[in-house]
DNA sequence: TCCAATGACTTTAACCTTAAAGTAAGGTGG
DNA sequence: CCACCTTACTTTAAGGTTAAAGTCATTGGA
């Protein structure tokens, strides 16, 4: 092939390679590869600047099937999601971790491979062979001796490993979470001090760790207050389950102070059940969230809530996997990301 | 390496190949190949079970880069998204799509590339040659002329393609959209069963396909029964904007009888607007939606609107996308998949 | 002046899979 | 009983890349 044959290459939709790139700068194709893998040493600088402009002139990318054939090396991130993968696309939290994820992996030249966990064959032999990463990044849902024997067994593999949302007090686990405590203890100051004294806080029936951390700075904050507070379980937090298990709460106990929702999701549903039924918000009744979504703004009144970026938690997790992955040392760091509150008129 | 060695290896991280299985069946690799890939006439069917029997018992999965780089095909689909990933990631509707398209892809072994698109860029050399997919799928956005120079881009390369939600009467390309036409009909008729005479439609700046198919099949309903069509531009159809537009076009021509919102968001921008001002939805005013998601339901009072199902788009659009792969015949369809309305209390 | 070290490359082989061609055993028809 | 076809495999080579080892001028030091 001569050297007009092969620019001619990259206008038709043939695979371009090293020996195309070589030919047209006139080395090897090992040289080309030093060149593009920063190996400056190896290659002196004016065959660097020719090899640099030939693979511009072409338009040249390397072919990543056969990078990660030779090198072993993947360039991919895993994505591990337990359950279903067309739910866990449908919540806005974690569709943004995805993309903070997504996007340092793009900045470093890796992909992202969503795979999802079914609950019966959780990562038997196929699955892991499949799930050919280098590293994992993994929210995890579901029961807790699930989440448990899934993270257990990827530590056992030694695979690069963060978890994000989830406490987990293990040597080689790097966690991102967000700091749910905080952000639950301002919701209960500014509650109290509205003069709240006796709160009810939603929680879905399925326990989880942010959820845990919520409950227990809402407490705090009441112990030390002396108010009371009734924990609701509001099913899988759906629209008709939050509705019901608040309208039975209620019919029990009579009006509280107010409802401290442990998402914007069930405190909508809430809010809404107020409004049929004629109670003022936030006159008769307080209201307010957690971990606001861009939807939260469209409640009526909106609503008090608390921001977490879930973008930046994809995007730390992500950064702190390629430096596991990159120089090998396991991180075990416990990253915490501030919240902040977010004022609204329904409380 | 020996047979128990092998066998060891799978509890271990190392590749497990084609080789290790041979050897525990007793054949060569070329032959366990020609049972993965079904290729039934060339293995006898004792061999056959035994090979089965290996694969299983190490729980060996292909090497996809080797696969690649092999057969030159690369078993992916790419998604490809104008404009910013996080924000495509954080539409309700658009992440619907993927979840359907991701799930196709899985049935049939193949994965999808989510390719960000920039506007400045657009679709260089470089970035064809790095979207290395068997074919297309794309959800376009930005201004139409941009959106046609990718699609005719696209064509020229005869990559197999298939466009969610995008009108175009090319010979080459299939289309997958929703019968938004008929949706908007069904509210408008609604609208005008209930009294309405004048209406308000609620729409976003930016002027895309399956918006003109609804104000369109709004129009045709409103000349139809000779009542009267204001068209409002509600900016980037944020809650701000929309609720911005809403105001001024109230003040200016007064109430009308009912504000059909060109999506969900904007209609429940206006739902807040009118529960500020006092106004009683549906009594005072009826207001409609379009392209429902989970949270329509959470309004106040709940709204009216279309339900499409974005993931069996997803899914229909990949499928398609698989048959022209496979076949090679372009498919030139245009597929057009119902939607439902969705009864409510807010008209 | 000669050897060793250095710099700037090139050569070789391997990563795992598969298309294509090859082979050997058993069967069939004339 | 031999040519010819099947059937059921095996062998070979190639796909694009890269680690490791090899080559061959220069340069610097003794």
């Known amino acids: 092939m001569t050297k007009s044959e092969t620019v001619n290459k990259a206008q038709r939709r043939g695979t371009l390679t090293l020996k195309d790139v070589a030919l047209v700068a ?3 194709p090992m040289t080309v590869s030093n060149v593009l893998n920063g190996r400056d040493s190896q290659v002196g600088a004016k065959t660097r600047e020719r090899v640099r402009a030939a693979i511009e002139q072409l338009g040249y990318r390397p072919h990543a099937a056969a990078r990660q054939l030779r090198s072993q090396r993947t360039n991919a991130l895993g994505m591990l999601v337990l359950d279903d ?19 340092v992996a793009t900045e470093n030249d890796y992909s992202v491979v969503l795979q999802g966990v079914r609950s019966d064959n959780m990562l038997d032999a196929p699955l892991l062979a499949q799930l050919r990463t280098d590293g994992v990044c993994a929210i995890l849902s579901g029961p807790r001796d ?16 963060v978890l994000v949302q989830e406490a987990y007090d293990h040597a080689d686990v790097c966690t991102v979470r967000q700091d749910d405590h905080r952000g639950a203890s301002q919701i209960a100051e500014y509650l109290v001090a509205q003069g709240a004294r006796r709160m009810m806080f939603l929680r879905p029936a399925e326990r989880w760790p942010a959820m845990s951390e919520r409950i227990r ?13 009734t924990i609701v379980a509001c099913g899988d937090e759906s629209l008709a389950a939050t509705q019901a298990a608040v309208a039975e709460a209620i019919d029990a106990e009579g009006l509280p102070d107010a409802i401290v929702g442990g998402n914007d999701r069930m405190a909508m549903a809430a809010l809404k059940l107020l409004a049929q039924r004629g109670i003022k918000v936030p006159d008769d009744l307080r209201v307010t969230g957690f971990n606001s979504f861009d939807f939260a703004a469209y409640a009526v009144p909106s609503l008090v809530t608390v921001r977490s970026d879930a973008y930046a938690m994809g995007y730390r997790a992500g950064a702190e996997l390629l430096r596991t992955i990159e120089t090998g040392a396991f991180s075990t760091r416990d990253i915490v990301l501030p919240v902040s509150f977010v004022p609204g008129q329904s409380a």
């Open 85 to 103: 993968v067309p739910q866990f696309l449908n919540d806005p939290f974690t569709t943004q971790v995805v993309a903070g994820l997504s996007n």
């Open 146 to 161: 699930r989440r448990r024997a899934l993270i257990e067994r990827l530590i056992n593999l030694r695979v690069p490993l």
């Open 26 to 28: 006139g080395v090897t």
């Open 217 to 229: 700075g809402t407490q705090n904050v009441c112990d030390r207050h002396g108010a009371s507070l």
